[in-house]
Structures are given as C-alpha cells and as structure tokens.
C-alpha cells in the first residue's frame, strides 16, 4: 500500500476512535474486495461471504483497540487468516459433509460448470495442504495482486527471497495437484 492510503487509513481509524461510526465505512469499502478474494482462495464458496462479514464484524468489534503499530491492511490480513483458521476449527468438529447447491450438484451451464468448479475445490484442497509461507504468498500474489516488491514488504523479506518462495511455492501446488489426478 501506498503512503498517502496508509494515512487515510489512520485519519478514519482514529475518527472511528472518536465516535464517528461512519469512518469504519470507508475502510470497508476500501478492503472489502480484498478480503473477499483472499478468503475465496481458501473458503469454499458457499462459505466465502459467510466468513468475508465475520472478519468485518470482528474488525468493527476490535477497532477501537488498534494501536497502529502495524499498517491497519496487515493487521486486517491477520484478522482474516484468524476468522479463517476458526472457521477450519469449526468445521473440523462439527464433521459436517459441505453442501453444494442443486445447480452446482447437477453441473448445470454450459458443461463447463462442472469441469471449474472442481478445479477450484481441487486448487483449494492443494492450497490447504501447502505449508504456510506458501500459502500466503500464492495468495498475496493471486488473490490481492500484490507485485513481488509489495509481498516482500508484507513478508518482511527481500524481493529475491520472495520469488525465489513464490518459484518453490508454484511447484509445490502443481505437485499437490497432480497428486489429486
């Protein structure tokens, strides 16, 4: 993110602190489409929006006590991947079979319905089972279309130690799926 965004962000943070409910507003907007696309990597889909408004929700609950010793889209990226281990959490003990919709079920569409929906579960699948650095970056790079110079800034590493984790991380995930074939 870019210095002037960074300050706006601050600006609505600590109106929000004042009691302007509003300014959570515009930081919603704001990340929205990113923890959208970020919990979309590793959600499965009919969960997505389900999980997206918890992270909001618990964001609103605990803004009040940012200390803004991080820039607020890292501490809002660590929210998520929390709302999202929970969610796993939940799951797991709940041991439920996921539900898929009649349409999703029946491959309704143009006979390619069928064909990407299964390569999403099977790429999140893959996904789930790379260890986490790995993860994250595949996901900082596909899912909020960070350049290599933004990753490394958020990974608090060298752009030539990201790409080189980014290189080994594409591997890993065409290695996990073509175990699924």
């Given amino acids: 993110m870019t210095q002037p965004l960074q300050a706006n962000d601050d600006i609505l943070i600590q109106q929000f602190k004042n009691g302007q409910v509003?300014?959570?507003n515009t930081l919603y907007e704001r990340?929205?489409?990113n923890v959208y696309k970020r919990v979309r990597y590793i959600i499965p889909q009919q969960d997505v929006e389900d999980v997206t408004q918890d992270v909001f929700i618990a964001a609103f609950k605990s803004l009040a006590s940012f200390r803004g010793e991080s820039q607020f889209s890292t501490w809002l990226r660590t929210l998520t991947n929390h709302k999202v281990a929970e969610y796993y959490r939940r799951r797991n003990r709940k041991k439920e079979i996921n539900p898929?919709?009649?349409?999703?079920?029946?491959?309704v569409g143009d006979g390619r319905s069928a064909g990407l929906l299964e390569e999403q579960i099977s790429i999140k699948n893959a996904l789930?089972?790379?260890p986490e650095n790995y993860r994250e970056v595949l996901i900082l790079r596909f899912a909020e279309d960070m350049q290599f110079n933004e990753i490394a800034k958020v990974m608090g590493q060298n752009m030539e130690a990201v790409k080189s984790l980014f290189r080994?991380?594409?591997a890993a995930l065409r290695n996990q799926l073509?175990?699924?074939?």
Avoid: I, N
Avoid at 178 to 181: G, R
């Fill in 178 to 181: 073509e175990k699924e074939l």
């Fill in 168 to 170: 080994r991380a594409l």
């Fill in 128 to 130: 789930q089972d790379l």
């Fill in 31 to 33: 990340y929205l489409p």
């Fill in 22 to 24: 509003d300014a959570f």
């Fill in 100 to 107: 898929v919709s009649l349409h999703e079920a029946m491959g």
